[in-house]
Each structure stands twice: as structure tokens, then as C-alpha cells.
């Protein structure tokens, strides 16, 4: 039988609450499990210690039979020191699309034109001077 460790949800609808229970890896999220193992709130704030309550010792009992924590338990097992990190790939989730960093260079070009244009006035101004005088004539 393949175990898990993972988030079952509970709660209503918008106020979701979630228990981290030991399940057959083939039960449906929410349906039968075999022991309760902790609960997990993200409606609390990140530092508070209501957030994340496990039963460390149901847990460590439960990896030693070979059960699999799912990414979001094997999280909160790494925050508490029961499992080593992993490196995890992001495949470029976090990176700006393709319009968004077309207008990062369109912003970057104005204001290295603006700076230029800025150091030029000290210049120009000189130059300026005669031909406003000479069309004004």
C-alpha cells in the first residue's frame, strides 16, 4: 500500500483549514484516512505557531514506514527540521512575461534618454542662445 502524508481540506468555503493526515495514496483528497497528524491554518500569519501544529513523532513513525509527504508537507517538515532541503526548479514562474520586460526596456531607454538629455542643457544652451537672437531678427 503506497502512504502519503498530505493536506486534507476542511473549512468553507473562502476560509479554508486543512488537516495533515496519513492516507492510502489512492483515497480522494478530502475522503478516508488513516491518522491525523497535525492541522495547517493559512489564514494565520506567517509567524504565529497556530499555523503549523504537527505530532512530530506520528510523523517521523510514518516516514520510517516509507510514506511519501506530498511538496507542501515535505515544506513544513524542512522548516522544522525533519527532512533535509531539496533544491526545487522554479521553470521561470517568477520571471516577467515577454510584454512585461518590453516595457522594463522601454522605460530603461527613457530614462537613459532623459539623463542625456539632462548633461546635453549644460551644452545647448550656448548654442541655443545665437539662433533664437538671429531668428528673432
Not at 538629455?117 to 551644452?123: G, H, N, R
Request: no cysteine; net charge positive.
Amino acid at each position: 500500500m503506497a502512504m502519503k502524508i498530505r493536506l486534507a481540506r476542511g473549512g468553507s468555503k473562502k476560509r479554508p483549514f486543512y488537516r495533515v493526515v496519513a492516507t492510502d495514496s489512492r483515497m480522494p483528497r478530502d475522503g478516508r484516512f488513516i491518522e491525523k497528524l497535525g492541522t495547517y491554518n493559512p489564514l494565520l500569519p506567517k509567524d504565529s505557531e497556530e499555523r503549523v501544529k504537527l505530532d512530530m513523532e506520528r510523523v517521523q513513525y510514518w516516514l520510517d514506514q516509507g510514506a511519501q509527504p506530498s511538496d507542501r508537507v515535505s515544506r513544513f517538515l524542512e522548516a522544522a527540521g525533519v527532512l533535509e532541503k531539496k533544491e526545487r526548479a522554479n521553470l521561470k514562474k517568477g520571471a516577467p512575461g515577454k510584454k512585461a520586460q518590453d516595457r522594463v526596456q522601454e522605460k530603461a531607454d527613457k530614462a537613459a534618454a532623459a539623463a542625456e538629455a539632462a548633461a546635453a542643457p549644460a551644452e545647448a544652451p550656448a548654442e541655443e542662445a545665437p539662433a533664437e537672437e538671429a531668428t528673432a531678427e
